[in-house]
């Protein structure tokens, strides 16, 4: 079957390949509203199966043992969920006072505009003013279009504690088709992506957690130094939103600043936040991440960025999410096919030292040089 492949043309079989992935993307861009919910399902599965495991070792029957896994980790996202809104309750009482000093600190950049760059402050405010008016418009579309997708939305992911219960349950059934379904010969293959592909989830998910319970001690820990208001609200939220690869990063340390920027009268403060942040995530990007996270999924940052940003744009924050994990099983599977491992080899973190067209370019270049020279 091999041989009879690499007979094909390279642009037909390049374009069989990238018609497939496109097709691909389109199925599960218009088919997103069922199958994220059923990938969250399949990625909480894969993480709690070994607490299920457990439960089954100390005697309690499977069905029971599943059902414990669910409750525990709906208690430990409920208890997560009760801690942020309690925060959220303290910053809402305060909103009166931060929107104050927000539109005196507004009106504070107006008036530095219009003496640095010699603009009137009735042609900042009519700008200003437009630019409310346009985002407020987009933001009651954007409410109407919820709300008629919220029950929908509701119900899909309502649904996952389900799939995950089914997930386990039949997962001897699942693996079971999976064997019947595939060629003797590949098997060996299959049960190893399988058997690599759930420890490699199962790492990352638990390198993610015990990264976001780590970020939110050193955000909080930094900003409470700093004197910032709603500290431990922003360091946990910075967290969260930390756990969406490269981008959320950013987001994380934007909040804090403005937050600084409105409750703090000094401009040191913002710029103190933001020194902070930034050792914070060099911490988090050389030590934390390399050994909680990273070593798990050999993905390199070019193609993970990429992948983060079509799925984003695809998928929304979802997407981002499952972005890492889908990548890294890609990975697994092409480095098991023999005439796909190349693009194994493009997606991973090993660079190689010599190559031949290493050799050419590098040649190519010195030629060059001393061309130029004389």
Do not use: H
Request: net charge positive.
């Amino acid at each position: 079957m091999n041989s009879n492949y690499s007979t094909i043309p390279a642009y037909i079989r390049y374009s069989i390949f990238f018609t497939g992935i496109c097709a691909l993307g389109f199925l599960l861009y218009i088919g997103q509203d069922i199958i994220i919910p059923i990938c969250f399902a399949l990625l909480f599965a894969i993480l709690l199966d070994p607490l299920v495991t457990f439960f089954q070792k100390i005697k309690i029957p499977r069905t029971l043992a599943i059902t414990f896994a669910i409750i525990f980790a709906f208690l430990l996202i409920t208890v997560t969920i009760y801690f942020i809104s309690n925060q959220l309750s303290l910053f809402n009482e305060s909103l009166p006072k931060f929107r104050e000093k927000f539109n005196i600190v507004s009106e504070q950049i107006k008036s530095w505009i219009s003496s640095e760059f010699n603009i009137s402050l009735q042609t900042i405010n009519s700008q200003t003013d437009k630019w409310s008016k346009s985002i407020f418009d987009k933001s009651g579309a954007m409410i109407g279009y919820s709300v008629n997708k919220v029950t929908e939305l509701i119900i899909m992911w309502l649904l996952i504690p389900v799939y995950v219960y089914l997930f386990l349950y039949y997962q001897s059934l699942l693996l079971l088709f999976i064997e019947r379904v595939s060629d003797k010969g590949n098997q060996k293959k299959i049960g190893e992506v399988m058997i690599e592909g759930k420890k490699m989830i199962q790492s990352y998910l638990l390198g993610l957690l015990f990264e976001a319970i780590i970020m939110s001690i050193l955000n909080s820990a930094g900003l409470l130094i700093l004197g910032i208001e709603y500290a431990v609200l922003l360091g946990i939220i910075g967290a969260l939103l930390n756990v969406i690869p490269y981008l959320g990063g950013i987001v994380s340390t934007a909040l804090p600043m403005l937050v600084a920027i409105v409750t703090k009268d000094s401009l040191a403060s913002p710029l103190m936040v933001l020194g902070v942040y930034l050792l914070i995530q060099f911490i988090d990007n050389n030590f934390i991440v390399p050994f909680v996270v990273a070593s798990r999924v050999k993905i390199n940052a070019l193609f993970s960025i990429i992948v983060v940003l079509i799925f984003g744009s695809l998928f929304g924050i979802a997407g981002m999410f499952l972005a890492i994990p889908f990548i890294a099983i890609v990975k697994i599977i092409l480095d098991r096919i023999e005439l796909l491992k190349p693009y194994g080899l493009l997606l991973g973190v090993d660079t190689p030292a010599n190559s031949k067209f290493i050799n050419i370019f590098e040649k190519f270049r010195k030629d060059k040089i001393n061309k130029t020279k004389q």
